[in-house]
Structure formats: structure tokens, C-alpha cells
């Protein structure tokens, strides 16, 4: 693999094993499937009028322009390392890190600008306009490459093999559309909504019914032994001695403990105060080092 960033004679030719796995390392060029088609789905999710086509194909000029307009200012070779701001290759004016901040930023105020600009097209938010139009900007793209792609044909050239790095930068941009991928997302899978705001608000209200805890049968606090089945607020019986099955609580003063064996007769106990041989703190036992001393004084 060679290496653009330092001159020739700051390189030297490495045999060691790491030397030879850089070695191996080849570029491979970037190749956008561009011959895959477009969803039918959205192709045919509404009947759209010439003017709405017209508008959404003159947006999308003033889009490509600008998108280009920054693959060249970087040297860019594709939209996709743009869109991505995964850039394969650039002009090397910052490093890789700050250039992959900055590119970020440009490509975030690019979706947005255009998304603003979508929003005023197509008059608002609410879903019976844009998703019309975010379907007009996907047949347009559609349309574009279409025809790129029927010009290759006409020349005898296979798509698969036609559409190499240097013709990729003849062809159409395509991410266009994809500035409202997930309202492409629901015109595809066929989901109707009001707006925007009002699906997402919809999803999370959805999501905390789904959370709540749904009592079928047998409850989550129901603990099952083999004597059966004991419910919450009824005491559990943990101890079987003999004939007596002792049950664990409290008399009503909280002094001693109770229980009741399977035929209902009272069983007394007694209650043993338990004292706890605690260890002197280190503390004490300095005190007690110092007893008799004048210090202790």
C-alpha cells in the first residue's frame, strides 16, 4: 500500500511480518450498485401530479448542486462518503479527525437546509402533504437514473460493468430523497400519519401501553411451593416440624412469635435475646495500651 502523506525519503520498505500485512493492504474503489432498482412501493403510493414533479425535480437541482459543490471543494469522489461523512479520500487540508468533525457538520447543515426548504414546498409538516412530495423527489431520482441508465444501454454497455468510478461521477446524484428516509420508510410499508410529530408522539405513547405490566392468570408476585399456590397479602409457610406446620409473623405488639399449626391450635414460643460479642474499636484498644501511662493523663 503506499503511502500519500509523507515524501520519499521519510519511506522505507518494512520486512517485517506487520511490513507485509501493510503491504498486502490494497485500495479498492468505491462502486455504488447504482443498476438496483427503485421501490415500486413508493413508485406507485400516489398519483402525482406535473406540477408537483416540477417542483420537487427544480428542489432537487439546487440540491445536487450543492452537494456537489462540496465534493469538489473537499475532493470528494462520491455523494454516498458525503452523506456518510465516511470519506474515502480528500483534499488533506486537516487530519482525518478534524476533517471528519468538520465534514459532519457540513453534511448536517445540508440535510437540513434542504429539508427546511421540502417543508416550505410542500406545505408543512402534516403528512397528507409531504408524503406526496417526499414520493415526487423519489420518482424523480428514480426517473434520472432510469435514463442514465438506458443511455449505457443504448451504447452497448453492460450496467454492471458500465458504471465505473469515472462514470459514477456522470451519473445522477441519488441521496436526494433520502433527506425523509423514514417517511420513505412508512410510504413503503404503507403507514398512514398525520405529521411528523404526531407519529412520533403516537410510537412513544405506544410503546409505554406495551410497558405496562399486563396481569393474565397467575400473578407476578404469586410464589408457588409445593403445598400451592400463596398470594400476595397471605402469609407463606415456609416450615413443616412434625405435625405442625408453623406459619411466621408478629402478634399485634410486635413482642415474641406466634404461629398457628394445620389444626388451628396456638404454638407459644419464647423470645431469646441474643447478645453479640463485638470487637473493641482500635480506638479502645489504644486506650487500653495507654492506661497507667502519663500519657493517659
Not at 462540496?70 to 456518510?84: D, G, N, P, S, Y
Request: proline share 3%.
Amino acid at each position: 500500500m503506499k503511502n500519500l502523506r509523507r515524501s520519499a525519503d521519510k519511506i522505507y520498505h518494512s520486512e517485517t511480518v506487520c511490513g507485509q500485512l501493510y503491504d498486502m493492504v490494497e485500495k479498492v474503489d468505491f462502486n455504488p450498485l447504482l443498476h438496483l432498482h427503485f421501490d415500486p412501493r413508493i413508485l406507485n403510493a400516489y398519483d402525482l401530479s406535473e406540477k408537483l414533479m416540477e417542483t420537487a425535480s427544480a428542489l432537487k437541482v439546487e440540491y445536487d448542486a450543492a452537494m456537489r459543490r462540496i465534493m469538489a471543494q473537499h475532493e470528494i469522489q462520491t455523494e454516498f462518503e458525503v452523506w456518510t461523512t465516511f470519506v474515502l479520500a480528500h483534499a488533506e487540508i486537516s487530519s482525518d479527525y478534524k476533517f471528519h468533525e468538520e465534514i459532519g457538520r457540513t453534511s448536517n447543515t445540508l440535510k437540513e437546509r434542504f429539508q427546511n426548504y421540502c417543508y416550505e414546498k410542500s406545505g408543512g409538516k402534516n403528512w397528507d402533504t409531504l408524503a406526496p412530495f417526499v414520493a415526487a423527489m423519489y420518482t424523480v431520482t428514480a426517473r434520472e437514473v432510469k435514463a442514465a441508465i438506458d443511455d449505457l444501454e443504448k451504447e452497448g454497455l453492460d450496467q454492471l460493468e458500465a458504471i465505473t468510478p469515472e462514470k459514477t461521477a456522470k451519473m445522477p446524484l441519488i441521496s436526494f430523497p433520502w433527506l425523509f428516509q423514514k417517511e420513505l420508510g412508512k410510504i413503503a410499508k404503507g403507514v398512514p400519519g398525520q405529521s411528523i410529530k404526531a407519529q412520533q408522539g403516537d410510537a412513544k405513547r405506544h410503546v409505554k401501553k406495551m410497558a405496562l405490566p399486563v396481569n393474565i392468570g397467575r400473578g407476578h408476585d404469586d410464589i408457588e411451593t409445593a403445598e400451592g399456590v400463596t398470594h400476595r397479602g397471605e402469609l407463606l409457610e415456609l416450615f413443616h416440624d412434625g405435625e405442625h406446620q408453623v406459619k411466621i409473623g408478629e402478634d399485634a405488639e410486635g413482642e415474641g412469635i406466634k404461629g398457628q399449626d394445620v389444626e388451628g391450635e396456638d404454638i407459644e414460643g419464647e423470645e431469646v435475646e441474643i447478645e453479640l460479642d463485638e470487637k473493641p474499636s482500635a480506638l479502645e484498644k489504644l486506650l487500653d495500651m495507654l492506661e497507667g501511662t502519663s500519657l493517659a493523663e
